[in-house]
């Protein structure tokens, strides 16, 4: 168990819709990273927050949001969903800034499903 | 640019075997972290390793060892005398420390993975 967690651990919804996707980092924690995870592209980096802001951005569409809130919880946001949005969505934490000096701890993952 | 390349997309052995996954990297970077995460059926990613450009010294936990080659831009996973909960896909992933690193990235650069089997 890594510490960092995520809810829900499964979602299926439909095209066109939107969805809310939580990550609670480890106690300590102040980075946050997302990651998506799909066949054809496979892991790939999204958005990275900081202590409250954001820091770094990926391959994030558009239609995806992120935030971290003052507890340091994150939400990713993902809207007018698409089929090939499905895909294994990982939360990742370390203690600082940057974390190529840290170690990432990854989530159990939400596996999102659109149909 | 940065990129990790695992050649390797499947490998299947019988328990016991050693194993040898092969990662190799490039980065124009002279500091930078290189990792090993193990993602089980389950679909969890474990950390397993961390190395930085600076430490070239190879590293040895339990049955499991790496080679960190800066020469050949490589970073090597060995596995000796394999077992089933071995079995699961691992990626190899590169982290760039940029000068003064505060403030920027440190998201990882991910390979595509190599999907190992082992076999009773």
């Known amino acids: 168990d890594s510490g960092v967690t995520q809810t829900p651990k499964h979602l299926i919804t439909a095209t066109g819709q939107r969805v809310t996707l939580r990550c609670s980092p480890r106690?300590?924690?102040?980075?946050v990273y997302w990651y998506q995870q799909s066949l054809d592209q496979g892991l790939q980096f999204l958005i990275q927050?900081?202590?409250?802001?954001?820091?770094a951005k990926g391959n994030i569409l558009e239609r995806f949001s992120a935030q971290q809130f003052p507890d340091l919880h994150s939400e990713l946001n993902l809207s007018s969903l698409e089929l090939g949005d499905s895909a294994l969505y990982f939360c990742?934490?370390?203690?600082?800034?940057?974390?190529?000096?840290?170690?990432?701890?990854f989530g159990p993952g939400t596996r999102l499903t659109v149909l | 640019a940065q990129k990790v390349t695992q050649a390797q997309t499947e490998i299947s052995v019988v328990e016991k075997e050693d194993v040898t996954l092969d990662c190799v990297y490039e980065?124009?970077?002279?500091?930078?972290?290189l990792f090993w995460y193990k993602q089980p059926p389950s679909g969890e990613l474990v950390f397993l390793i961390r190395?930085?450009?600076?430490?070239?010294q190879n590293e040895i936990s339990g049955r499991y060892s790496w080679n960190f080659q800066k020469s050949t831009s490589s970073f090597n996973f060995t596995i000796t005398a394999s077992q089933v909960v071995d079995s699961a896909v691992y990626f190899c992933?590169?982290?760039?420390?940029?000068f003064g690193y505060g403030g920027s990235q440190g998201n990882l650069i991910f390979g595509k993975g190599t999907k190992l089997s082992v076999k009773p």
């Open positions: 106690s300590g924690d102040l980075s």
């Open positions: 990742a934490s370390s203690f600082g800034l940057a974390g190529a000096m840290d170690t990432q701890y």
């Open positions: 190395r930085n450009s600076f430490d070239e």
């Open positions: 980065t124009r970077d002279t500091t930078y972290y």
């Open positions: 992933a590169l982290s760039e420390a940029p």
């Open positions: 927050y900081y202590n409250g802001e954001e820091r």
